[in-house]
């Protein structure tokens, strides 16, 4: 069973970055969509970005122009470039990996969570 470790998260100012980072213990190869989630107290947990296998992306309105999600097979990770942050993009982000192709049934993957603070 493949695991994630998270990485990257922390306190930063308004208008600084962060990368993100969420490395397997194993291949990703197997993997259809991967993607980034965050969940702010008091609220539901959203999609952020998402890649496919194709190398494709999708991003949430509220991110376009500042949020980069990325991966690198060969070292089995994926990460989040996050520009520009705003103090309403505190919350914990999490890594999910799925994979739908290829089995009998869908499965998915979750990482444990990393914190980001954006304050002054």
């Known amino acids: 069973q493949v695991q994630l470790v998270e990485s990257g998260g922390g306190l930063v100012q308004p208008g600084g970055s962060l990368r993100l980072s969420c490395a397997a213990s194993?291949?990703?190869?197997?993997?259809?969509?991967m993607g980034w989630y965050r969940q702010a107290p008091g609220k539901e947990r959203e999609m952020v970005a998402l890649i496919g296998s194709s190398g494709s992306t999708d991003y949430a309105d509220s991110v376009k122009g500042r949020f980069t999600i990325s991966k690198d097979n060969a070292k089995n990770t994926m990460y989040l470039q996050m520009n520009s942050l705003k103090p309403e993009d505190t919350a914990v982000y999490y890594c999910?990996?799925?994979?739908?192709?290829?089995?009998?049934?869908?499965?998915?993957?979750w990482g444990q969570g990393t914190q980001v603070t954006v304050s002054s």
């Open positions: 194993g291949t990703i190869l197997y993997f259809d969509t």
């Open positions: 999910r990996l799925t994979r739908y192709r290829g089995v009998i049934s869908p499965h998915e993957l």
